[in-house]
């Protein structure tokens, strides 16, 4: 008998992780249709399906301009998923999202000293000065943050809250004072930056996000059980014999490559990260061999969601992404948490 | 055989455990002792969870800092963080190490055969977040038998049980432990609890082990004056257990004797009824 309710309540959660997919994918396809120039989804398919086929026209704005685009919102979105849903694991927090440790101050600055003073950490990138810049002073965020968490024995979660706090704290002030500097032109562009924006999208920048994905995610897959009875606490997990400072700062060092590169390709794209893993939190439970997967899929639906959004509040204009994600979000997130009845924090 | 050589302990400059030495073969052994003698952290340090100094040797073989070969069980006081998580794959984590991403037949039926032995199968689809205190105490143990280990450790695993799980809980435990061949140390404070279903009291004081033996050895007005600064007397129940009933002096105490006086009870009738399961 108990057995049958398991096994109903394990395809339940399977038909979940099918339905997000399938709304994804068609999100993916309304992404490449919306625009300035409208195209039907019998345009999109055979421009993508049957390259030479049809107009070269329709070719060129789904193949350079919006494919890009709309692989970059599922890939960023679904990296933004994972980070979020392991950063709230990992600290035990269900306000943690990917940018509470000071992540997001960190790119922002860096992109702001790109566009500012044209100062790069590596030089001849040109090209790549901004997000270089971004990816790096994440990283030196999350090592720092890193450094320090490894030598505490106790009140390893707090430690590394609290100092990512005070790193978000820093780089802001840091990112006040360049704007301060920063001509006209040089602010608006760093603005325009911090709203966080797929538009900048090219198939080499999709690639390395998505790579970065893919060689990640399994490594949290890995960590699967032991991250559900992280959840249960630090005393508990210990009991069950697993090294919880070890495993916290595994996933850290993920979670912040993974940060790091969304980041610095498409800006700070807020909310996505906190909500997805707890829409995944509410259909299927912490049981991390759905929750994980389920928060990649959510948060990819809602980035690509929001990329259509984007397109569509004034036709033949594009809003920057990151004030939509909040925008479509948040009316959905407290939909969900106001029609539960069970706590799920 | 489980043989702790030595062990040692100090919370910063705090010493907690001082130069333990201990042989325990399969059976119960409860560990008793007043509160802040270390029974938690001795067992903590047999789990392999605490740096210790010494030796901690099972069947010839040294335990090492964070074992996690799933011989040795441990269950915390604290029955951890409920959150949205099924009975069933709360205690499927309790084999974690040997489990895939997806789960064999065989790891289903041994999680579900541990709920049936508790007699609560009926909770397996219950979320860990919609349970009472006292169901959360009944998944952590059966988290803690689902590993199948050679050694369990529990510390007051029926804190929060009412008396009739209590009783329950404690004939499982033995029943496992007897079936199974575990060596099982449990930490307890009812001392009566302790006498009715230990083979073997270990009484702790002030970090080290101040006695062990069968309980009604242990069990004695002297011990229980010395290390608990309690005056108590010591009967034998019906079944030849021992049963102690501390005596006092206050006020309200005295309240308490002139109804049992008034009712015609006697302590250790009533007792050894109540323990009988």
């Known amino acids: ?260 590169t969304a980041v610095c390709f498409v800006g700070t794209i807020g909310f996505v990260g906190l909500v997805a893993p707890h829409i995944s939190r509410m259909l299927v439970g912490e049981d991390q061999r759905f929750f994980l997967p389920l928060s990649a899929l959510s948060g990819a639906l809602l980035l690509s969601a929001a990329s259509v959004g984007s397109k569509m509040i004034i036709p033949g204009s594009i809003f920057p992404i990151g004030i939509i994600t909040s925008f479509i979000g948040v009316p959905f997130f407290l939909a969900l948490i106001l029609t539960r009845k069970e706590g799920h924090w | 055989m489980l043989a702790v050589r030595n062990l040692s302990f100090s919370y910063g400059q705090k010493s907690v455990l001082l130069d333990i030495n201990l042989d325990c073969k399969p059976m119960l052994t409860a560990i008793i002792g007043p509160n802040a003698t270390g029974k938690s952290t001795f067992l903590k340090c047999i789990a392999g969870l605490l740096k210790h100094r010494g030796k901690v040797i099972l069947n010839g073989k040294r335990i090492y800092d964070g074992d996690s070969t799933g011989q040795v069980s441990y269950l915390p006081q604290d029955n951890g963080t409920p959150i949205a998580l099924t009975v069933l794959e709360a205690v499927l984590l309790g084999m974690h190490q040997s489990l895939s991403w997806r789960v064999s037949q065989k790891d289903l039926d041994l999680a579900f055969g541990v709920l049936e032995d508790l007699g609560i199968e009926e909770l397996s689809t219950r979320l860990l977040n919609q349970l009472s205190g006292g169901q959360q105490q009944m998944v952590s143990i059966a988290q803690s038998l689902v590993r199948e280990p050679q050694v369990l450790l529990m510390d007051e695993p029926t804190s929060s049980l009412d008396l009739y799980r209590q009783l329950e809980i404690f004939n499982l435990i033995k029943k496992v432990t007897y079936e199974k061949n575990i060596i099982t140390l449990v930490a307890l404070h009812d001392l009566n609890l302790a006498a009715r279903y230990a083979d073997r009291m270990v009484v702790m004081s002030k970090g080290t082990i101040y006695d062990a033996g069968e309980p009604y050895a242990i069990l004695t007005e002297d011990m229980i004056k010395t290390v608990y600064g309690v005056h108590a007397d010591v009967y034998m129940d019906r079944d030849g257990l021992p049963v102690v009933v501390p005596k006092v002096s206050s006020s309200p105490a005295k309240r308490i004797q002139h109804r049992d006086t008034l009712g015609q009870r006697q302590p250790e009738k009533a007792l050894g009824g109540v323990l009988t399961p």
């Open chain 1, 1 to 260: 008998m108990s057995r049958d309710a398991y096994d109903r309540i394990t395809r339940r959660k399977i038909v979940y992780l099918i339905v997000v997919i399938g709304a994804m994918i068609l999100t993916f396809f309304i992404d490449i249709m919306t625009g300035p120039a409208w195209l039907s989804m019998k345009e999109v398919i055979q421009a993508i399906f049957w390259p030479g086929q049809s107009d070269p026209m329709v070719e060129g704005i789904v193949w350079i301009i919006r494919l890009p685009v709309a692989f970059m919102a599922i890939s960023v979105g679904a990296a933004l998923g994972v980070a979020g849903a392991e950063m709230q694991t990992i600290l035990g927090n269900p306000l943690a999202s990917p940018y509470t440790l000071g992540i997001s101050g960190a790119a922002g600055f860096g992109a702001a000293l790109a566009m500012v003073l044209g100062v790069g950490a590596v030089p001849y990138a040109q090209e790549f000065l901004v997000p270089l810049n971004a990816f790096i002073f994440s990283l030196i965020t999350c090592m720092t943050i890193y450094m320090l968490a490894r030598g505490r024995k106790k009140n390893q979660t707090e430690t590394i809250i609290l100092v990512g706090i005070a790193l978000l704290f820093l780089f802001n002030a840091f990112l006040a004072l360049l704007q301060y500097m920063a001509s006209e032109n040089e602010l608006q562009a760093v603005v325009f930056w911090l709203f966080g924006s797929l538009m900048k999208a090219t198939w080499p920048k999709l690639a390395i996000v998505t790579v970065v994905l893919i060689l990640l995610i399994p490594l949290f897959a890995r960590d699967a059980w032991k991250l559900t009875a992280l959840r249960l606490g630090d005393s508990k997990a210990q009991s069950l014999g697993i090294d919880v400072r070890k495993l916290r700062l595994r996933v850290f060092v993920g979670i912040s490559l993974i940060t790091a």
